[in-house]
């Protein structure tokens, strides 16, 4: 049975209004899975983190009825999987690591992960599929992201025991960008070479508000990050998610899906995967420099 991956990130529901509004935005969503879905074909939607701005706590509340309206508007019966990010860092608590708005869209969903009190990294086992999900804002920086390296190899090797495939879930990108090279995951070296020992299939990150798409050289793990699908976006890239199509535990297709204002629906475009690229040699030669500034803001 084959599956479909609605991959969302970086929703930054805010009190600005958009013009295209959250109902609207899940049922145009949900004629694209129409469209492309095939009979018997299952849905799942994963969400990269950043449903609010700046930890708002009243947002959540809108942040929370488009992700239900989504689901109703799937109508049928879509997994979710979440995973927070920087700006689901609760502005509000007194605890500087807390995550309690995302938590409680979390439990509204139906999901019983928690993350916060020391757990850093959890797995959730759906449709045939291990989704490890990393939370690289733990840390309460909002400067840069980090994933427990400790914790990761545990659930990992947890997640291969079943011989299931595994999907790894994160905010923050690893691959580091020329415009903004802090903000990615600082020890992304280490990430990624557990990710290829245990054999992960598919790594879904959002925060850069565009779309990214790389095929690792000796073993087939994709790394695919989503656009933002509410708030700013990168430079010529529209309001935007992805659907990707998996088969025998591999990715077999990529669409990325822009909004278009001027007929007001999403445009879908197949994105070519390009394979046979070490992903090591695309820029992680830089993360040592990342490690030295993060020492330097921790003092």
Known sequence: MGLLIVQISDLHLHDCPHPLTPPRCAELIAEQIAYLQRPNESV???VCGDLVTKGRSWLYESATAFLLHLKAALGSKPEFVLCPGNHDLDSESVIRR?????????WVLGQSLKFGEGTHVARQRTLGLEFVVANSAYHGN???????????????????????PIVLLVHHHLLPRDDDKCSAIWNADEVYRLALHYDVALIL???????SVRVATHKRCALIGAGSLFGETARNTANQFNILRMDHARIKKVWACGYDAGI???RTNEVRLRTGQDLRRLG??????????KSWRAK
């Open 142 to 164: 909002y400067s840069y992201g980090e994933v427990d390296r400790v914790q990761l190899e545990a659930e990992l090797r947890e997640a291969a025991a079943s011989r299931l």
């Open 284 to 293: 992680w030669h830089r993360l040592s420099s990342m490690a030295v500034w």
């Open 44 to 46: 799942c939607v994963a």
């Open 264 to 266: 007001r629906a999403f």
């Open 98 to 106: 807390a995550f309690d708005g995302f938590q409680h869209t979390f």
């Open 205 to 211: 990150h959002g925060h850069v508000h565009g779309i």
